[in-house]
């Protein structure tokens, strides 16, 4: 595992003093935090340093011959070939023993498998993080969207600790201009760092720990044992954990780079307040979701070539997007059904878009003909249009779209996922498990996605005229607060797993 609270905390306060010590002298900051940081990863398994400095150096040397290519066919084929070798080093550490426990699941009962084919293979922490940036930096200077960077740039830009196990995905552009122009330590949001670190850990500690071993772990466990009661709210309490897991180690992460003086791009933006599905994944884990974009997506062909071809696209990158998660069943489903969700909700937007046309253009024609005066009259089609309805409507719909697939993404398999489904229908009662302080940390986790920005900036910047001596005893109180109110323990954050 990696370090624990109070390691890391010792941890990071020696990296931030070393680290404000050296902002005058990039190389040395640099070769420091590379250091650091493989310290860090190293901790949960010294081996694994190993990969990520192979992933580092075949990487840059790939993208250098990318860059020094003659022609455009040349700049293509280094291209794929380091697309495809991060690829395979992803395939087989995260998906070799899927892929054979599914071909041994059909080949068995023919006589066909050899059961010595399935070897065990341990799965390196951040493994999906480190290689999707990887492979961001090989196509970005491809298509000639970045120049390459020094070895030690790019080496501290891959393993930089605060992204490094979980994100958020940052690209090069983002992250080595900074590193090169460090800013000095009486220029570094202090305040908003802070802010960001106590929040961070507020959701993790007290809302996120609290609602899984609270009703979060028994209803998935073993759902056939409670009541539909305590498998709705324990659907809704695992959206707001994992909210809350996920978003608060983004918070603490932003918030610790800052603190190094480095930026991130925000992760997250009140994602259970969307009216849309669309809007949704424009909000949750925003930098996975312009990854997805930007290096699959549009290469797959985005909306060129007709509806049919950008629904096909829409449904194979949500799809690829939940394998991304884990080697499992669940996931791939989850992702499916987000790309279903997504491509319904594309189809009606293109009818309504094409009923206002007809609508408006009263000259065209339309209403000589009786079967087009028809089509204008056809009944609303099944799925809901969620932009042009009542929004808190929208978003309830939007919300639960959204339960549902966390369902299937939390089951250890599909027979438990299908389980609760059926329970959720079926094992009618109250239960026990809901209780007024489930209910209170679902409510307390919800009602910030709904409280305006401005409200959090303007107490930030109070907070910043306070003397320092205020400061730091108000972020004293409020840890000790945290520690008091969180459980025994701190799990570990659910995103280290993919």
Known sequence: MLFPTMTFALFFVVVLGVSWKLNDRPTDWKLFVLGASYVFYG?????????????????????????????????????????????????????????????????????????????????????????????????????????????????????????????????????????????????????????????????????????????????????????????????????????????????????IALLMGVKFPDNFDQPYSARSIQDFWRRWHMTLSRWLRDYLYIPLGGNRGGPSAEYRNLFLTMLFGGLWHGASWTFIIWGAYQGIGLVLERQHAVRVEQRAELVEDPGGGVHENPDETRVMQRPTPTVVSTETMNPWLARLLVFHFVVIGWIFFRSTSVTGALEYFWSLISNWGVGTLVTPTVLLAIFVGMIGQFIPRRIGDALEYRASQLPPIVMAVGIGVFLLVINLLGPQGVAPFIYFDF
């Open 43 to 255: 901790w949960a398994d010294w081996r694994f340093c190993f990969l990520l400095a192979g992933s580092t150096v075949g990487n840059w040397v790939l993208a250098q011959a990318v860059f020094r290519a003659r022609n455009d066919a040349n700049r293509k084929r280094w291209m794929l070939c380091a697309v495809g070798l991060n690829l395979i080093v992803l395939g087989f550490f995260k998906y070799y023993g899927f892929f054979v426990e599914s071909a041994l699941t059909v080949l068995e009962p023919l006589g066909l498998a050899a059961t010595p084919m399935l070897i065990k293979v341990a799965l390196p922490i951040g493994v999906s993080f480190f290689t999707f940036c990887a492979i961001s930096y090989v196509v970005d200077v491809f298509r000639r969207h970045q120049d390459t960077v020094g070895l030690l740039d790019f080496a501290v830009y891959l393993s930089f600790f605060p992204h490094l196990v979980a994100g958020p995905i940052v690209r090069v552009s983002e992250f080595v201009p900074q590193m090169n122009h460090r800013p000095s330590g009486q220029t570094v949001d202090v305040t908003r760092a802070a802010r960001l670190i106590c929040r961070g850990l507020f959701k993790k500690v007290v809302i996120a720990n609290f609602l899984a071993t609270a009703i979060v772990d028994p209803v998935f466990v073993a759902p056939g044992q409670f009541r539909n009661w305590e498998l709705l709210v324990g659907a809704w309490a695992y959206a707001v954990q994992i909210y809350a897991d996920f978003s608060g180690y983004t918070d603490i992460a932003i918030g």
